[in-house]
Nanobody, 122 residues
């Protein structure tokens, strides 16, 4: 599975962005897809995940109610809609795929994109 993120950029606090992750490979439809982020000087952290079917989703407490993960099997793409953005959401956002488990542990994700930078100004 190859993953390519897009949609990052600079936005003011309170604004919205939608990240996209285009996937190639036959295992996309059955892979758990996740979004992670890494802020400067901090460790990578879990943001959201979605099951292969799309029926199950899970979010970090810090983004719950503001971010929404979704997937489009016809387009082989997973999305992260980010609303009510805060300066503390500033980070490089990574899309990842797990072919083994529905998890928020980054060690269980075996495919990663290159990341897209989101900067939220106050």
């Amino acid at each position: 599975v190859q993953l390519v993120e897009s949609g990052g950029g600079l936005v003011q606090a309170g604004g919205s962005l939608r990240l996209s992750c285009a996937a190639s490979g036959r295992t996309f439809s059955t892979s758990v897809m996740g979004w992670f982020r890494q802020a400067p000087g901090k460790e990578r952290e879990f943001v959201a995940r979605i099951s292969g079917s799309g029926r199950l989703t899970s979010y970090a407490d810090s983004v719950k109610g503001r971010f929404t993960i979704s997937r489009d099997h016809a387009k082989n793409t997973v999305y992260l809609q980010m609303n009510s953005l805060k300066p503390e959401d500033t980070a490089v956002y990574y899309c990842a795929a797990s072919t083994t488990s529905y998890t928020d542990n980054s060690n269980d994700y075996n495919y990663w994109g290159q990341g897209t930078l989101v900067t939220v100004s106050s």
